[in-house]
Structures are given as structure tokens and as C-alpha cells.
């Protein structure tokens, strides 16, 4: 049997980060790249992905994408591998928030947004991905779910089933890359100092950290990047179908 790539280094290795204009998936993109890997930068928004790009430095690319939309899916992530000469690492972070009342007019297409930008997309990257990610020597996929798919929000149920349906996700598609060498793991975030969060007023923020967090506090979109920069390293070749809460210990209090 061969022996896995073990290096803890993932310099030259081609990676997408969907979601990566702002919060998350730029801190991701600014890692990754700052790590010496090549970073496809995408997002719906092009000039904020150029912003991005330019903010990694040379190692990065911006390409904009919608992954809402399967056409523009296949298009790009086939440009990118033809740019990069591969896909070593594919992160599934775009979201949208989606909070809404069962009641409301708008619910229906709430739930529709979500569930396509939050779970059918994730699919959608992986198997556009694929072909490349087959022929890496350390391929990763990491999934940014939510603790809101390890419990529950009032009024957040487009999210909330989105996000349990990428746990989910995970564990199939580990389940069946995992002959192949292809891992696939998940994070969910707990309260990250990201833009769905800064309607939250800070006072709020406050108090509730110091009430359901065990470090008191909202997190950095800088302390997710590690833990999928960790994911995504060739040596983390053992750990696949994970389900990683990153989360300041929200959910291991019980009051």
C-alpha cells in the first residue's frame, strides 16, 4: 500500500474557496494563499473578489461565481483547473442568511435560496470538482456547515435545515470518496464576527457570548481558516466524515 502525503504544507496546492469575498471565506483565502497555496478566490461579486485576490497577493486568482447557478458551476471550476493545472482542495463556504417566519410570504423563497446556496451548491462543486480532485496526492474537501445544523435558532428553518442537511452531506460523500483517498469534512462555526452578524447589535453580542459561550466571546473568521487550513493539510490523510464544531464551546454548555 502506498503511503499518504504526511506534509504539513499545502505550498502549490490548487484550492477553491466558494464564499470568499468577506467574513470566512476571505480569511480562508488570505491563509491558504499566505501558506503558498494557489487560491481561486470566488464569489458572486467580482469586484470584492478582485479585492480579495489583490489582498493574497500573487498566489491568488478572482473568479466570479454564483453557485446558485449549476451552468456557471461546471464553467468555472473547469476554468480553474485548466488555470491552476488542478484542484488540490475545494472549501464549500458561500452562505446567504435566511432567517424567516414559517408564516411569511417570502418563506417559500427563502427556503429554496437556502437549501441552493447552502447544500444543492455544495454537491454541485464537489462532483464539478471531481475529475481533478482524483488526481491529487492529498485531496480535501471541507464543508462550512453551522452550529445551527447541530441544533436550532427560532425563526431560522430554511438555515437550520440547509446547514443539518451539509452535516449530512459530509458523512455520505466521505463515506463514498473515501476509497479513494478523497476526505471530506465539516466545520460548524458557532457566533463569528462576520457581515450576518453585524446587524447584531455588539451589547447583544455581549451577552449572549457570556451566556452560551465557554470563552465568552464571538469568535475571528481567522480562527475557522485554521481549522480548515488543518482539514485540508496532506497530513490530515485519517480524518474524514468529521463534524467539527468551531464554536467558543456553545455547544458543550448546558446553561
Not at 10 to 25: K, L, N
Not at 233 to 240: E, F, Q, V
Amino acid at each position: 500500500m502506498t503511503h499518504p502525503n504526511r506534509s504539513r504544507s499545502i505550498a502549490g496546492r490548487a484550492a477553491i474557496v466558494t464564499g470568499a469575498a468577506s467574513g470566512m471565506g476571505r480569511a480562508t483565502a488570505k491563509l491558504f494563499a499566505a501558506e503558498g497555496a494557489k487560491v481561486a478566490v470566488t464569489d458572486h461579486d467580482m469586484d470584492a473578489c478582485e479585492a480579495v485576490a489583490a489582498e493574497c497577493g500573487a498566489n491568488a486568482r478572482a473568479y466570479a461565481l454564483d453557485v446558485a447557478d449549476k451552468d456557471a458551476i461546471a464553467r468555472v471550476v473547469g476554468r480553474i483547473a485548466g488555470d491552476f493545472g488542478g484542484i488540490d482542495i475545494l472549501v464549500n463556504n458561500a452562505g446567504v442568511s435566511s432567517f424567516c417566519a414559517l408564516d411569511d410570504d417570502a418563506y417559500e423563497d427563502t427556503w429554496h435560496r437556502a437549501v441552493a446556496v447552502m447544500l444543492t451548491a455544495h454537491q454541485r462543486m464537489v462532483r464539478a470538482a471531481l475529475p481533478w480532485l482524483r488526481k491529487s496526492d492529498a485531496p480535501r474537501i471541507v464543508n462550512i456547515a453551522s452550529t445551527e445544523g447541530l441544533g436550532a435558532t427560532p425563526g431560522d428553518t430554511p438555515y437550520v435545515a440547509a446547514k443539518t442537511g451539509v452535516t449530512g452531506l459530509t458523512r455520505g460523500l466521505a463515506v463514498d470518496l473515501g476509497p479513494e483517498g478523497i476526505t471530506c469534512n465539516c466545520i460548524c462555526p458557532g457566533p463569528i464576527l462576520t457581515a450576518m452578524t453585524d446587524e447584531v447589535p455588539d451589547e447583544h453580542k455581549t451577552i449572549f457570548a457570556k451566556r452560551r459561550t465557554a470563552l465568552k466571546r464571538y469568535g475571528e473568521p481567522e480562527e475557522v481558516a485554521h481549522m480548515t487550513l488543518s482539514l485540508v493539510l496532506p497530513a490530515a490523510s485519517y480524518i474524514t466524515g468529521a463534524v467539527i464544531p468551531v464554536d467558543g464551546g456553545l455547544m458543550a454548555r448546558n446553561a
